[in-house]
């Protein structure tokens, strides 16, 4: 029996649909939530995040574990071409667990381990014109040397903390970028973007982190 272009259409549809939902679910299993941080870290991290965090694996690298701060500090502040004005230069974002060594943003080797991630906004100099899309980054640091989240980094001690996860000059980065719906992976022209809600002054914050990122220059 020979079908219309009208059925044959539908049934095209419903087969680009199925594969799509498919793909986004697959996607979306490549993050799985997980309990609490490892017992070992300082009791100073383990009580200023989540006891429940997020299992990730960023195409081949190695999977990363995160836990986010129990209570960002937001505000609101103009700050032109940020994608999170309301977070503050150095404020504690969460921590993150890399089981194997892992690249950042620069294509710098970051070695397994445990380290903090603090926000930063890129400076606005020539050294840093058009290294990325967006001016927003977390910082890692080690963190056995950044056991206290309320502590206020100048600009210049946080790059230097951060800079021990290389053992080079410069620090552990890496970039921000717009968030999809919290607990998701999604694939983006810049790379893959962690999305996650993390809990806040306002209720909570949607963060995108783009492991996979790398910088254009």
Not at 84 to 101: D, K, M, R, T, W
Not at 139 to 162: F, G, I, N, Q, R
């Amino acid at each position: 029996m020979v079908m219309t272009c009208a059925r044959v259409f539908r049934i095209a549809l419903g087969v680009v649909a199925g594969v799509t939902l498919m793909c986004a679910a697959v996607l979306a299993q490549e993050m799985e939530r997980t309990g609490a941080p490892p017992a070992t870290i300082p009791e100073t991290l383990r009580q200023a995040v989540e006891m429940k965090g997020y299992r990730a694996a960023v195409d081949k690298s190695p999977a990363a574990e995160f836990w986010f701060s129990k209570d960002l500090a937001t505000a609101k502040k103009d700050v032109p071409g940020a994608l999170y004005p309301e977070l503050s230069n150095g404020e504690f974002v969460g921590i993150v667990q890399f089981a194997q060594a892992f690249r950042d943003f620069r294509g710098q080797t970051v070695p397994a381990g445990l380290y903090t991630l603090r926000y930063q906004l890129l400076p606005q100099d020539g050294n840093h014109l058009g290294v990325a899309p967006n001016p927003d980054f977390l910082l890692a640091t080690p963190a056995a040397a950044d056991a206290h989240p309320d502590e206020d980094y100048p600009y210049k001690k946080l790059v230097a903390l951060s800079a021990k996860s290389t053992g080079g000059s410069h620090p552990a980065v890496f970039a921000l970028d717009n968030a999809s719906q919290p607990g998701t992976v999604t694939k983006t022209e810049a790379g893959t973007v962690l999305s996650v809600a993390v809990p806040s002054a306002s209720g909570s914050e949607k963060i995108g982190i783009c492991l996979s990122c790398a910088a254009s220059q």
